[in-house]
């Protein structure tokens, strides 16, 4: 059903509903502030997450009663909720919240989720998030979309049909940046000390802040190197450019970037839009040990 409106969407979630919602820098806070204002008018929903950008306005003590957060990651917007005792954190293994869904322990009533406008054939794509939402769209009894043209169209385990969705709205807005760390000398030791470990052909996990990108700095010299993380970030896009990266010696996916999320500039979302080098794959798969080793 196409919406005119994210309240006019969101209507369809009732009373008792518990809701996911799609994470990390693609979370659809213009959908949540509108969820905000939906649940005034609703009793005991919850709301499942991972990171959320975006997204204090959860946080509000009038929701208290009428949607309480149940999140998997405390960050910035969900830490004053958390400790306040407005939210719950709910500690597990990222990579073993996909299986909750799909054994059915963890219901599922509603997904809320941000994609990129459908192709020729009627595909939407999960954009620069795949993590655990891809597992919670095959659980939950309905998805409530918000379509937004300045999402990436990402490849591997993204893609979800039009027609899954209950409701939907066409709603631009803006992809949250994170911007590089600063940099100073203690990082920069770190970093050269941590790079000293890293040989040719070995393959990468990389996460995010100053200590991450002050290795990969140091990282120019090395040859086929490869890339399978949970997180995608702009320390990589220098080497790529170079060649360091080729992702030859892989075992798993030889050839191609794996990751399950991306934060970052507007730089690295361009890289990854359509781009099939890079393929977003479900968390319980890239974040698996088994996998890994």
């Known amino acids: 059903m196409r919406c ?6 969101l209507s369809l979630i009732q009373n008792d509903e518990t809701i996911w919602c799609h994470s990390m820098a693609a979370t659809p806070y213009a959908m949540l502030n509108s969820l905000a204002k939906v649940a005034l008018d609703k009793q005991n929903l919850t709301l499942l997450s991972l990171h959320t950008e975006h997204s204090d306005v959860l946080a509000a003590p009038e929701l208290q009663g009428h949607l309480r957060q149940r999140v998997f990651f405390v960050g910035r917007p969900s830490r004053p909720a958390v400790n306040a005792g407005l939210a719950d954190y709910v500690p597990a293994f990222l990579s073993e919240i996909p299986k909750l869904f799909r054994s059915g322990e963890q219901q ?7 994609v990129s406008p459908p192709d020729k054939h009627g595909l939407c794509s999960l954009g620069i998030s ?30 979800v049909h039009l027609s899954d969705f209950a409701a939907y709205v066409e709603l631009e807005s803006q992809i949250p940046l994170h911007l590089p760390a600063a940099q100073d000398p203690i990082t920069a030791q770190i970093g050269r000390h941590v790079a000293t470990l890293v040989r040719d052909g070995d393959c990468l996990q990389m996460g995010i802040g100053a200590i ?3 290795t990969l700095a140091c990282l120019g010299d090395r040859q086929h190197l490869g890339i399978h993380t949970e997180m995608f970030s702009d320390g990589v896009l220098p080497l790529l450019e170079k060649g360091v990266f080729t992702n030859h010696n892989k075992k798993k996916h030889p050839g191609k970037i794996v990751t399950t999320f991306a934060m970052g500039s507007q730089a690295l979302y361009d890289f990854v839009d359509d781009n099939p080098e ?16």
């Open 4 to 9: 005119h409106s994210a309240e006019q969407a």
């Open 108 to 114: 599922l009533d509603t997904a809320i989720i941000q």
């Open 130 to 159: 795949v993590e655990a939402t891809i597992a919670a769209l095959q659980s939950a009894k309905k998805i409530i979309a918000q379509i937004n043209p300045n999402m990436p169209r990402t490849h591997g385990d993204s893609f």
């Open 212 to 214: 991450p990108d002050a």
């Open 278 to 293: 890079v393929v977003f794959l479900d968390v319980a798969y890239t974040n698996d040990t088994a996998v890994i080793r």
